[in-house]
């Protein structure tokens, strides 16, 4: 085996920073997320008090690690991190980011984590390590041109070209949830316009419109069947903005994740459709299938990002 190979086949600490909850884990040559423990982000408390969280939950999935037996002979090579925000991955820089990480915009956030753990790190957006990850080892293996959509509590879009993550200047590609697919009401600001696809298709207005308090709430009565007019609107919408999407980008397949993916297959079905109805015949034939790896996707991605990112 060369020596490149032995380095990617080193542990690595891995952590995805989102706007509710931080993860963390530690991925190794298996592919696989061991010792994964989660925190509430407790965002509204700035910055300084997530790094500090970061800090605490990294530290705790190392001790686990380090009383794990034979495999705590080795150290980890290095610190992969998945970030909400658009991210600068040369610098390790937040570039910007929504509010649903104060805060976080301008933060040199691979610099200030390499003094908590003292080895090389690596950052990219949250979403292009999802779909690095679904890529990799998901979903997208047989591509190798696809888009991933992750519908959360925002919408935000994974690129991969030829294999490739493709984050365009300044970490800024991917921001698929701010495309126009209603006429506009309002100025973009902080983003969110009133017509873009995440203000109509992300589980967080589902919900809201629904009735329901929670997307599990909402997901158990949907998969039950009962009928849900917030779902089917948020479905027709998310159909609609990715026949724009798929002009753009041409790709082989759309993958479709995040919290959305707990309605199931019947609201697939209806994204399907609503694809289906808008495309031009030439684009009906891209698949739209959903995500495999499920809340692991993004840790992995980040592993697979600072395993091929260490100099070999």
Known sequence: MSSKLADEDKPVLVIDIGGTKLAAGVMLADNKI????????????????????VGELGRRVLAAFATSGPASDS?????????G?????????????????????????????TEVFHVPIFVDNDVNCFARGEAALGAGQEFRHLLLVAVGTGVGGGIVIDGKIYSGSQGRAGEVGQICVQPVDGSAGGGNLSGCLEFNAATRVIVANSGFDSIQTLASHYRAGADVPAVDEGAACLGHGLTVLAYTLGPEAILIGGS?????PRYLDLVRSAYVAKAMRSYRDIPLLPTQLGADSGLLGAGLMARHSLPG
């Open 34 to 53: 061991h010792f994964r423990q989660e925190t509430p982000t407790l965002a509204q408390q700035g910055a300084e008090a997530v790094l500090a969280r």
């Open 75 to 83: 150290p980890v090579a290095a610190v992969g991190v998945a970030s």
């Open 85 to 113: 925000g658009q991210i600068d991955t040369c610098r390790g820089q937040v570039n910007f980011a929504t509010d649903s990480l104060p805060g976080w915009s301008g933060l040199p956030l691979g610099g200030l984590l």
């Open 260 to 264: 959305v993916g707990l309605l199931g």
